[in-house]
């Protein structure tokens, strides 16, 4: 069945839905993008993917196409439309279309960005029967550009990625520069050692993801260890357990790296619970 999209302050079925080809997200792959999960109909941590898309907005000196509350309105009326339970929310922002190509940015003024939103639909997305045998990643080397805090949508490098791990046979790849793990290709990488929880810290090297925020914070307040630094593969190879973080997969086991089992090669007990916590406490905080 035809979704019902949103391009540019209407609703349209998704065959009617047209961007210019003059569009900088299209030839510049400028533009940003927010993905936010609904589960039981309801958005998760919207309020942190709505302030994470206004620092991406203003760390590219774009324009905002509306005002939050607007956005909020308009993921609603989108889940609404579609009859979606669970699943996903894809919002992209982009300069817009100036008409012609050019590097110089356009003027905001007589180029309004581009908002478009989609919704995947995904029944049963936070019963994924990957949660309980975990996955496999493999190592490569992060050769993404240096603002990766700011989400845009230049993702060749990450779906290069992917399709490298899916070669493999594993599940995903972990990023690494100079040594140690930045992240996933589209999660936030953990390990854990002793009971202590090890990620790493922030700056511009890896993306803030929202669902690392609220999964350190129930961390913190289920009296868990918890340390923000780099660590190595070899030292995630040694470790009791490792775990990965997006609004999309929620906390999923990693139970091999690089062809190394970690422990007797099952999620271990902290990514199970902290999964188990942030679903809860997700699922009473949704709106
Ligand atoms: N890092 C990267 C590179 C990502 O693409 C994502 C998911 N978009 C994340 C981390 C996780 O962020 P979030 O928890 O906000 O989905």
């Known amino acids: 069945m035809s979704r019902t999209v949103y391009v540019n302050?209407?609703?349209?079925p998704e065959e009617d839905a047209k961007i210019s080809i003059f569009d900088r997200g299209f030839l510049m792959a400028d533009g940003v993008y927010e993905v936010t999960s609904v589960l039981d109909g309801k958005l998760i941590a919207f309020d942190g993917h709505a302030a994470r898309l206004t620092r991406s907005l203003s760390e590219?000196?774009?324009?905002?196409?509306?005002?939050?509350?607007?956005?909020?309105?308009?993921?609603?009326?989108?889940?609404?439309?579609?009859?979606i339970v669970d699943g996903l929310i894809y919002l992209q922002v982009t300069r817009g279309s100036p008409g012609d190509r050019d590097f110089v940015f356009p003027d905001p003024a007589t180029t309004p960005s581009t908002l478009v939103l989609f919704t995947q639909s995904k029944p049963g997305l936070a019963d994924n029967p990957a949660a309980k045998i975990g996955m496999s990643v493999i190592s490569i080397e992060d050769l993404r550009w240096g603002r990766r805090d700011i989400k845009t949508v230049q993702l060749l490098y990450p779906s290069m990625g992917k399709m490298m791990a899916q070669k493999a046979g594993a599940g995903d790849a972990w990023l690494v520069e100079d040594g140690v793990v930045t992240e996933g290709t589209s999660n936030n990488a953990y390990i854990v050692?002793?009971?202590?929880?090890?990620?790493?810290?922030?700056s511009n090297d890896i993306l803030h993801g929202i669902t690392r925020a609220a999964v350190l914070r129930y961390a913190k307040e289920a009296q868990m260890e918890v340390e923000e630094r780099a660590f190595s593969i070899a030292e995630a190879q040694d470790a009791d357990e490792a775990f990965v973080t997006s609004a999309s997969a929620f906390v999923m086991p990693v139970v091999e790296i690089d062809g190394v089992k970690l422990g007797d090669g099952k999620p271990g007990k902290v990514a199970l619970r902290l999964r188990e916590i942030y679903l809860d406490e997700s699922r009473k905080a949704a709106i």
């Not at 302050?9 to 349209?12: A, Q, T």
């Not at 590219?60 to 579609?82: G, Q």
């Open 60 to 83: 590219l000196d774009m324009a905002a196409p509306v005002d939050m509350d607007e956005l909020l309105a308009i993921h609603r009326e989108l889940v609404k439309r579609n009859d």
């Open 193 to 202: 050692k002793n009971g202590k929880i090890i990620t790493r810290h922030l």
């Open 9 to 12: 302050g209407e609703y349209l």
